[in-house]
């Protein structure tokens, strides 16, 4: 067993900065949803009563002993309080367990074109803010007073769980939450139309993303300051290699993802890049990022032992133990991968061990200890 000699805080603050670690750390990507089901009760209940499901995720936090950080601190989204916010997260229809779904289902997103072609020349003219704007009652159809209320139980609830983690010794990641353009039109469009636009429209949908890009890094800026954490996670699934050949990953998405970490880097926020599905093929291109102050986030379908190779000494990583082995294996595999992550992935700092976005809503108890046990207890380097 590795000798600590550093606090949690201290042990992630060097592992992003990519110095000495005393040993490698765990930071879960943890939400409401296995802590839920694993402490007896539905995810509806979890959902409809916030300090049940906050501090269900407290409680399994007690039960293994702690891990060293946060990505998020819950699942509060920390939105900023005015109904005109630019909004990072996909605009679209969600499907909530005990309204529309079973009381044990998991939380689903409809994917539906709510924004359409039609809309472009009104976001081109007046920004992404001005567009939400004008179009308030079709996104915010509650109206102003109920939707700034909505924006401010939300924040602070986002601040009520930093605090308790702080209160704890540890640090969370994100105290923001956005989305790239390319993502946002992508899930408000649909994938399929959104594509269609690259091919058919693409001057007219290049100058979309121009108009949107400036209003989601001024909320976030904003929104990193009222929770008080210099940190945003910006969520790029659909961008990369899995999706798109590189030609139009270097005209749709990476300009405006370069544009949007330099801008938080500036203000001196941490960026976590929250990479679903498989980056590979993108990889080089982080080399040009900020150093020091991005973490690229992985699910285990982007090759994390290449990333190793290719971000070493510029770009600290997080992941990426897959839902499956979480889900369906033992402890002895999972401790078997995570000492492999641990040796590879791990070597020269650089590397916080969490699970491949969020740890699945059937994860075995067993196997999440064993995922964090492993950072305590091996660490050859």
Known sequence: MPQETMTPMQRIEAAVKLEPVDRIPCAPLMDIFFPAKYKGFTVAEAMRDWKKGFYSIADVFEEVGGWDAMILPGYSIPATPHVYSSGGIALGKNLFPGTHLGENDSPQFLETEII???????IITLGW?????????????AGEEQTIKWTQRQMERYKT????WRDKGIRTLCGAITSSPLMILSTSRTLLEVTKDIYEIPAKLEAVMDAMVDDLISDVVEASQLSGQSGVMLIMERGGGFYYPLNIYERFEYPYMKKMVEAFAAEGILTVMHL?????LNLPYFKDLPSKMVIAELDSMTDIFKAKEILKGHMCIAGDVPAAMSSLGTPEEMEEYCRKLIDIVGKDSGFILSTGCTCPIDCKMENFKAMVNTTKNHYPH
């Open 116 to 122: 359409t072609r039609d809309d472009y020349d009104d």
């Open 161 to 164: 769980e930093l605090k308790f």
């Open 276 to 280: 679903d599905q498989n980056y590979t």
């Open 129 to 141: 803010k001005g567009f939400r704007a004008k179009h308030q009652q079709r996104y915010n159809p």
